[in-house]
């Protein structure tokens, strides 16, 4: 029996998943969560094979979250399911650990057969991923701006984009406002960006936050 985790913030669409895996032998959906941080609670404490994984979610993203799996749960393989294919969502997730990757029209059967190759220890890439993941040649570099920043630092700058001030900021994750406007000075020097506006921007163009 595959245990499955299943993090996606629109209700509709993790009960719509829990009814389609609920059709397929082998597979229990044992939790699920609508944010990034709720999912790793959920993943430490199921200790789950697979985790079904969207990429915008408010508070923590998809990619934030992959980052962490492993100190959570060693042995969850993490499946992202997205609406979005392009080279800012498909290469942030596999570089922070994704085993697989599907957009969010796939079939049923596609998804089972993603969800058999990850739980074995395997890889499965959609044609969509697999055409960004094609596009890099051997050797060359796909490192992105978004990983000069330090997982904190990635944190604020999803937060900043939200909307959330320095004392929100602070709420949020147990530091002081100070703190916060530390890490939103340090964010703008390191990515060469000047205003909140600006940073929103480019956090909506790495898949940190949907755009409007």
Known sequence: ?????????????????????????????????????????????????????????????????????????????????????????????????????????????????????????????GPEAEAVLAATAPGQSVEDSLELLTGREREVLQLVAEGKSNRDIGDLLGISPKTADAHRTNIMRKLDLHDAQALTRYAVGRGLVPGG
Not at 88 to 97: H, I, K, T
Request: aromatic letters at 4%; glycine letters at 12%.
């Open 1 to 125: 029996m595959t245990r499955v985790v299943i993090a996606d913030d629109h209700t509709i669409v993790r009960q719509g998943l829990r009814s389609l895996l609920s059709t397929a032998g082998g597979i229990s959906v044992v939790g699920e969560a609508a944010d990034g941080r709720e999912a790793l609670a959920v993943v430490e404490r199921q200790q789950p094979e697979v985790l079904l994984l969207d990429l915008s979610m408010p508070g923590l993203n998809g990619v934030e979250a992959l980052r962490r799996v492993k100190e959570v749960s060693p042995r969850t393989r993490v499946l992202v399911l997205s609406m979005h294919a392009g080279q800012d969502y498909v290469r942030p997730a596999v570089r922070a650990g994704a085993a697989g990757y599907l957009v969010k029209g796939a079939g049923l059967d596609h998804l089972l057969e993603a969800l058999q190759a990850v739980a074995s220890g395997g890889t499965f890439y």
